[in-house]
């Protein structure tokens, strides 16, 4: 028995949520035969067109006057984590059922420390939200306190911080979930970013990567296998050009020297190595897989995806 934490990627979860709760019946499938192979499976999962999604609606409530502000980023992160939780776990309950397998799936509402001298805090780079003119993005600024960065030649969007984690808040409780044979699905969107507050923790406008965030979570819980799925069987050098290699094993120092050269994409294929390559390296025997989700299981075999190991 391994334990594992699969982090899923976007394609595994819809834009809305009727594609979303449709979407997530396939998606539940490969993580399912893992749990019938008698591994403990921790899911974790992203957010971003739904945490989008519903920050849009409230700014849009807000300008119509039906509320006096817009609601606060975590506190739509948070919303982002029940709603995709709530759809993850009845798939997974219901596929678990049909293959008479007792286990459950349960979602934690998870919060993610992190550091407020974080230096993504003082330039703040992921966009969310909405495209707005100039005189629509300055009056949010001035009446909201937001950053707002022209994007792309498409308008004005808002952005924030992306610190990366430090601890995972409901930790313990988790683990005891995990230890009880409970499916927990965790850190989505990765986690609502917090900070410490007196004997407690204030949410802050950010958003954690979530392969970092996962990477973080399998620490911490001492897992096995990191399992990070994608839409792409492996990970590849020189990726959609003629000379494209793609790569069945790849070494700690290999990929640190990949990411050197430039290989990966920033906004894609980069944090997933990285965060491989951080929970790989951090003790003997550790395995990271990157991998397309209908293929997990063969990956687990060692017959799809890239590993990332020492």
Known sequence: MKRIVIALGGNALGNNATEQ?????QTVKPIAELIARGHQVVVTHGNGPQVGMINLAFETAARAGALSHPMPFPECGAMSQGYIGYHLQNALNRELADRGIAKRAVTVVTQVEVDPADPGFQNPTKPIGAFYTKENADRLAAANGYVMKEDAGRGYRRVIASPKPISVVELPMIETLVEAGYVVITVGGGGIPVVREGNGYAGVPAVIDKDFASQTLADLLDADLLFILTAVDRVSLNFGKPD??????????EALDFIAQG??????MLPKVEAAVRFAAKKDGRIAVIGALEKAALAIDGKSGTRIER
């Open 21 to 25: 709760s449709e979407l997530v019946r």
């Open 244 to 253: 494209q290699v793609d790569l069945d094993v790849l070494k700690i120092n």
């Open 263 to 268: 290989h990966f994409a920033k906004g894609s």
